[in-house]
Structure formats: C-alpha cells, structure tokens
C-alpha cells in the first residue's frame, strides 16, 4: 500500500498536515562595525584641521596706507624686530579711491602686540648718500614692520610714512647730545671715532625748555664701550676755516659729513662706562670741545677772550685752550672752561696762574697785534703747590700790584678825559705806572692807578694829577698859550703827576683836565675864601672861569659836582673881596651875550673878553630875591632871572586858552608877574598854573583878596575891548588885603561891584537870549543880561538882568519886557509884514522893556523882583510915552 505523505486536509477548520518546528528567539548582536571606524577617523581628522586652521589664523586686522606699493595679498609679510608675525591676506581700494585698505592676519603669539598705540609702516630699501636702508626688504620683497604700543586692543590702524624717528636703527648704545642749535645734523648724520663711521642720529627733538635741541644717537654694538663719561662730542658738518696770519685753513670731514651733516667724539682713557641715554654736550667743532685735563679760570673783567678756542701759552707754545666761558651768577664774574695737554699736567698746582695777554698799540712799538682780529690769549705763569684744577688770570697791571712795594692810588674827576684800563702813568714823560681800572663812582669817575715800587716814592702829599696829552690850548686876556707834546702824546692820553709836599702820600686826589689847572689849584686856597653855590644846570663856565662884582674879576671857579638835584660849584672869592658877600648876595650866571627882544626893540649886553670865552659868574647884592637853596646861594640863569625871581603862586582856572609859560600878569599895564608852567588836573577837569610875582610886587599882591582874570580881546558891532591883549592875551591883577596868600582861582572877568537894579525874568525858551545881551528902552541900551540858567522844576528858563544905576527908575512892578532878537515876520492875504531890529539885536539879540501910562506911575521894582520875558511885544507896548522922572 502506498502511503500518501500529504497530510489530510480536514473539510472545516485549519489544514490539517505534519507539524511544523517552532521558531527559536534570535540575540540581536549589538557592537559597532568595524565599518565605522574609518568614517569616524575622518571626522576627526577634518576637526583637528578646522581648529587648527583657526587657531593658526590668529587675529584679523585692517591697515590704511597712502599707496601700495610693494603689497602683495600672501605674500607681504608683517613682522616685528625681524620676526614675521602676521601675512597680508588682501588688498584693495578704498571707496574714495584716494588710499588702500589691507586685510592682515596676526599671528596668535602676536596679538597682544594689538593695541591702539601699534604703529605699522612699510619697509622697502632705501639708498641716500648717508647709507642704504631696508636692504633685507631687496631680498625677500617689501614687507610691513610694526612697533607695539599701549592702550586697548585694536584692529583698525593707520599705517606711518616711515620708520618712528625715535626707534634706533638696530640695536647698541643709545645716547643723546645737547646743542645750542641743530645745525647742518640731520636724522642718518653719521658719528665718527677716529673718522670710522661708529654710529649715527636717528631722532632729534627740543628739550622741555625749548631753548636747547636734543639729538638722539646710537651707537653700533661692537663700538659701545668707545663712549665713556668723559666724551667729547663736537659737530664736524660742513666746512670749517680757519683765517689766520698763516693763510687761509679750509677743512672738511667727508662728503656725507659736507651734505647731511657728522658728529665726531673721542674719549679719554681714565673715562668709566655710561648708562644709556647719557646726556653729553654737542660742542660747535673741534677747537671748543677742550679735549684734554679739564680746567676752570676766573677771568678778570674786559677781558676780551674768545670762547671760540682761545690759546693758552707756556714759553711761546701752546699747551690748551678755552673751550667755553660762562657766567658766575653768584660770585659775578666770568669763568673759562679750558683743556691743557695732558703731558703738561705737571704745571697744574696750587701755585699757577694766568696772565691776560692784551693788544697793545702805540708809536713805540707794537704787542700782540695778532688779538687784535682773534681777541686775547692766556699765559701760564707755573708755580709750587698741590695739584690743582682751578685758576686765577690776572692782568698786567693786577700783578703789577701784588708786587711787594707798589702804590695804588685813586683819582676823581668830572668826566673820564679818554682814560681807560692800561692808560700809562707817567713822571716828567718817564712811564711809571699804568691805570687798572676807570669807573663812575656815584657822581664821580674814578680811576685806580698803579704806581711801580721803584717810583712810589715820588707821589707825595701835595701831589697834582693832571691829563697829559694831544694839543693843550690856554686863551685869556693875557694871550694865547698852545703847548704841543711829543708825537707819542698827540695818539693817546696819559695821566701825569708832579711831586710836591713832603709826608706820606693822600690814598685819593682829584684829577685835573690840563696842567695848567693843576698848577692853579696849588695856589687857589692861598688867600681865598670857598663859596658853594647851587645851579639846576651847569652853566657855560669850566675850572678857572672867573667870578665877577660889577664886571670886576674877584675870584675864579674852583670845581663843580653833580648833585642829586641839580650841580653845585666851589668858587674861590679873594679875601681882599670877601666882604662883598652878604646874606642878600645873589648870584648869576654871566657867560656870553644876553639878548633881550621886545616890543620895543632888541637890547644887546655883551660879557668881558673872558667870560666870552670861558664862561664866567656874576653877584651882587638884592633885597627881596630869594637867594638860597637851604643853606647854599642860588645860581639864577641870568640877571634878568633873579631880578623876576620873586614869590611863587598857584593859580586855578577852567581852562587855559591864550595862556602859555611866559605869559604877563600885569597891573594896569605894568608887569608884576610871569606864568611858569600849567598842568592839567585829569580829576577836576581843571588847569593849575604855577606863576611866579616879581619880589618887588609879591609883597602886596600875594594877599588873600587880590583878584586875578584872563583878559582876552572882545570884538563886537558895539566896539572892541581889551585891545592890548590881540597880539598876547595876559592876567591882570587887582591888589587886595588881608593875610598873606598863595593859592588863587582864575576868574574870566573883573571883579566889579554892581550897584543897579538886578530882575529875574522868566521865559519859555533861552532862543538868542545869552550873557552880554542888552536891555534896550526906547532902543537905548540900560543894562544887559548877567546869567541864563534853568528853573528848579526846569519848567522855565531864568534870565538874570542887570540894569544900569542910572536907568532904574525905568523899572516899575507893571513893567513889560519882550525879546527883540531877529525878524517879526507876518504873512497875510495883503502881503508881508517883516519888522527888524537894530543889526546889533540881529547879531546879538536883545530884550526890550516899557513901562505902562496912567498916573501915579507903580512902585519901583526892586532888585530879585520876576516879570515875564514875552516873545513879542504889542504895538500898543511900543507906543507908550510915559514919563518917569529920575529919582
């Protein structure tokens, strides 16, 4: 039988067949494919690469430039201090197309340097006649070089034109040097050691106080330890000359140094190291920067040396020079800064000094010619001591006085005659001294004279020290005396000296202008009186002009001083004349020819032949002239001028129209008096004028009721007054009582006691109304207007009128008065009314004044009493004839 291996189906239900095995639960496996690794290393690695691309950007920055010159995007490098620390990434124009702006990236390790202060700029080679510059740039192409600065971090900059001046090239010994001036030094100048180029400036700048300039230099490394504290820097630009009796000396240090300026230095070798930016002196050139010992000496005054390398001699060679002089402010005087060979350092003691060699030129022969042009030089005089650094120089006549015996002696005169330092002092033509010094000694000159040991003897107590010198001229009545020296003399004064007298010598005598003065001063106190008296200016006369008493000569002028105030003169008055001074003794001065124009002619008085010539001084006796000032007589100008010197006044005015100094005040028609001066009071608006009365009249005049005014011409159609003062306008006086008086005022009129009647008329207006205006009755003038002044209220115009004595019986209380000044004009449909006045009233104006008719008349007006000033009279007002008798 064959088994069917189908399994039977059942009709309902599911199919009935062999049993199928049941599904096992599979384990997911859950660990990461080693697929993945790979696509995860790349991740990472493209990670690292993003970091590190950003990390090594650094920062990103932007600099403006003027041009591009040289830039280039990736290439142009930017670095600092030869390092590179960033790259330019791009390059473009700026929207105005007038400058570029270059996107750099900055090196992580280098943003710090980033700060608002960074300053960049662009190097590309450079060649100038100083040197090449930037050469590493012609290598590897311009680059950008930054210096850091300070301030908050920043990434926008601005490039500089150039390298900052004050950043040394490279590296060394920066220091700097002083100057007065920069000269032909420029920044590249080169310093020389030697003539080896071992530096050169990079940077110069004022100083704080802006009087000096200081120049920046650095020094090349390897050269560094040639500068030391005692460097000697000195400026070797341009040309240098050298004009000498030798030729003419023409220098210069090279071409560079010719164009762009060099400085050269060397150091001695006791010199110790430097810090750096030590300051040194920059000296003008070689001969000023005193290489050597350095020494200092006190020069004496007017000592003429020149700061521009003045020699310092030992035995005809020269051992130094003067480098530099500069003033002593506290001990007030003059010191040198000099150098001196240092094989010549032996001679520097203690016991050294200098002696000032001076130009001497006269007829017998001539010393030093060549200080002339180059100024004076210093000799060295060695000595025993202790080494020494300091010294003293002297002059030939200050060591002539530190010899053992020598004399100094003092002189005094007026004036200093052409004496000066170095003068020679002689005894009968033999020199025997010389002047040390001529000064002005308050009043006086004052010359201090040396006399030498062995001629000291021969200045004695009655000594005279006169000039000797040129052509000496004596004119007198007794003739004409002309001494003519010695060529030697006619070039230059000398002083001389005769020995009279026995005892030791005075330590000061006056100096006489001429030997003939001399020798009449030794016979002057020989019979004579002194009389001192005071001038406000020295008149024309001179030592030996003659004083005369009524033309008689009776003494000479013995000398005359100037005072704080004026001159005072010594006269010498013989005793024979003596009693002719008395205490109203005035003196004048009497030299020349006095002119006195006037009027009345020209009055022509000549002096004696003598005082023509020299001068001369006048007395005599004047009551009533003030003749002293204190205790000494008075010198009046002239004769004329004491005479008129009277009592002084003061006079105040308003104003001092026609009056000047030397105006009259007269009394009827005499003068008694002179205006002295006039000064205006900016205060009160007033003149104050200083007059002078003439002592015969001060007496009466000077009292407390005198009354003074301007008197001044007046011109009118009524007539002409005060016609005396149309050429010159004067004060006229009135005398008065009382006590004694100085002070007055000035008035404009006379002082007139008025005894008429005195009325107040009110007006509207002034119109012509003025003081001077006439009252007109029956058009005859019977007094005038006095003052016109405004009301209290100023409601009303016062005019004060003064009627004539003769005439006030014509003023009743019922009296009109009305202006008559100018035309009356009427028009109407008839025509034209015109009514005048007088041409006086058109000119000067006028008020007019009637009484009413009618019997009895009103009562008199009395003076003070008011009426009203009409504009215009009535017709009826004109008419009236009535009939006032006189009372």
Request: charged share 20%; no cysteine; glycine share 10%.
């Amino acid at each position: 039988m064959t088994k069917n291996n189908s399994p039977a189906q059942p009709p309902f239900g599911p199919p009935v067949g062999p049993q199928l095995p049941h599904p096992v639960n599979v384990k997911r496996d859950r660990q990461i494919s080693p697929l993945w690794i790979l696509p995860i290393l790349a991740l990472g690695l493209a990670a690292w690469l993003v970091f590190q691309a950003v990390s090594e950007a650094g920062q990103r920055i932007t600099i403006h430039f003027d041009d591009a010159a040289g830039l280039e995007a990736g290439r142009t490098m930017i670095r600092y201090q030869g390092l590179e620390v960033g790259i330019v990434r791009e390059v473009k124009l700026s929207e105005d197309l007038q400058s570029i702006y270059v996107t750099a990236d900055i090196y992580p390790e280098a943003v710090q340097v980033l700060r608002k202060g960074t300053r960049f700029w662009l190097v590309k080679p450079k060649a100038s006649i100083t040197g090449i510059s930037g050469l590493d740039a012609l290598v590897s192409g311009n680059y950008i070089a930054l210096l850091p600065g300070e301030g908050e971090p920043e990434s926008q900059f601005t490039a500089i034109d150039g390298q900052p001046a004050e950043m040394p090239v490279g590296n060394g010994l920066t220091i700097q040097l002083q100057a007065p001036d920069l000269g032909s030094v420029s920044v590249g100048a080169q310093v020389y050691y030697k003539k080896i180029p071992v530096g050169e400036v990079y940077n110069y700048s004022l100083s704080h106080s802006k009087k000096r300039v200081l120049i920046d230099v650095l020094i090349q490394p390897q050269y560094a330890n040639l500068v030391t504290n005692k460097s000697r820097f000195w400026n070797v630009s341009g040309v240098s000359a050298n004009l000498g009796f030798s030729g003419v000396d023409v220098q210069f240090e090279s071409l560079s140094a010719l164009i762009a300026g060099a400085i050269a230095f060397d150091s001695p070798d006791e010199g110790l190291p430097i810090q750096p930016n030590h300051l040194f002196r920059l000296y003008p050139d070689l001969n000023t920067a005193g290489r050597g010992i350095a020494i200092t000496i006190d020069l004496p005054e007017d000592n003429q040396i020149s700061a521009g390398g003045a020699p310092i001699v030992y035995r005809g060679l020269q051992i130094g020079q003067i480098s530099d002089l500069r003033l002593d402010r506290n001990q007030q005087r003059v010191v040198a800064h000099a150098a001196i060979e240092p094989s010549m350092s032996d001679l520097l003691t203690t016991g050294t000094s200098m002696r000032l060699e001076e130009a001497n030129l006269s007829l017998t022969g001539v010393k030093n010619l060549g200080n002339l042009i180059k100024g004076n030089f210093l000799t060295l005089m060695p000595g025993d001591g202790e080494p020494a650094r300091h010294f003293q120089a002297f002059t030939q006549a200050q060591l002539e006085e530190k010899r053992p015996g020598a004399r100094v002696i003092t002189l005094n005169a007026d004036q200093s005659y052409g004496i000066s330092r170095g003068t020679a002092v002689t005894h009968k033509g033999m020199p025997v001294g010389s002047v040390k010094q001529v000064r002005l000694d308050e009043t006086k000159v004052r010359f201090d004279l040396i006399i030498k040991p062995e001629y000291a003897s021969l200045v004695r107590s009655q000594s005279r020290f006169f000039i000797d010198g040129g052509i000496q001229a004596d004119i007198s009545a007794a003739g004409m005396h002309i001494s003519v020296p010695p060529a030697e003399q006619l070039i230059s004064n000398s002083i001389a000296f005769t020995s009279a007298g026995q005892g030791a010598p005075q330590q000061h005598y006056p100096l006489y202008k001429s030997r003939a003065l001399a020798d009449l001063a030794g016979n002057q106190q020989q019979g004579s009186a002194t009389v001192t008296i005071f001038a406000d200016t020295l008149p024309s006369v001179s030592e030996g002009s003659p004083v005369l008493y009524r033309n008689l000569p009776v003494g000479k002028v013995l000398s005359y001083a100037l005072t704080r105030d004026g001159v005072t003169l010594k006269l010498a008055i013989q005793n024979q004349y003596r009693h002719l001074i008395q205490s109203d003794t005035v003196f004048w001065d009497r030299s020349g020819v006095e002119v006195e124009a006037g009027l009345g002619g020209v009055n022509i008085k000549a002096s004696p032949l003598t005082t023509l010539i020299k001068g001369g001084i006048a007395f005599d006796s004047m009551p009533d002239v003030p003749n002293r000032v204190g205790k000494q007589f008075k010198l009046f100008p002239s004769l004329k001028d004491a005479k008129e010197f009277g009592t002084q006044i003061s006079l105040t005015a308003t104003h001092a129209k026609g009056i000047s100094p030397g105006t009259n005040i007269q009394y009827q028609g005499v003068t008694v008096g002179k205006i002295l001066t006039l000064t205006p009071d900016f205060k009160t608006g007033q003149i104050q004028i200083d007059a002078r009365l003439f002592p015969q009249f001060a007496e009466t005049l000077a009292r407390e009721n005198s009354h003074f005014w301007l008197v001044t011409p007046k011109v009118d159609l009524t007539g002409v007054q005060n016609l005396d003062s149309i050429l010159s306008s004067y004060i006229e006086v009135a005398p008065g009582d009382g006590n004694y008086r100085q002070t007055f005022t000035l008035s404009e009129q006379s002082e007139k006691t008025f005894n008429g009647l005195t009325v107040i008329l009110e007006s509207i207006a002034r119109a012509s109304v003025r003081p001077g205006t006439p009252l007109l009755f029956r058009d005859i003038q019977v007094g005038q207007v006095s003052k016109v002044t405004l009301g209290e209220l100023a409601d009303r115009v016062l005019i004060e009128a003064q009627i004539d004595p003769g005439y006030r019986h014509l003023v009743r209380s019922d009296s009109v008065f009305w202006n008559t000044s100018g035309l009356d004009v009427s028009l109407g449909l008839t025509g034209a009314n015109i009514q005048a006045g007088t041409i006086d009233t058109l000119l000067r104006g006028g008020i007019g004044l009637s009484t009413p008719e009618g019997q009895p008349l009103s009562a008199p007006a009395q003076t003070g009493d008011r009426f009203l000033l009409h504009e215009k009279a009535n017709p009826e007002w004109k008419k009236w004839r009535t009939a006032i008798p006189a009372e």
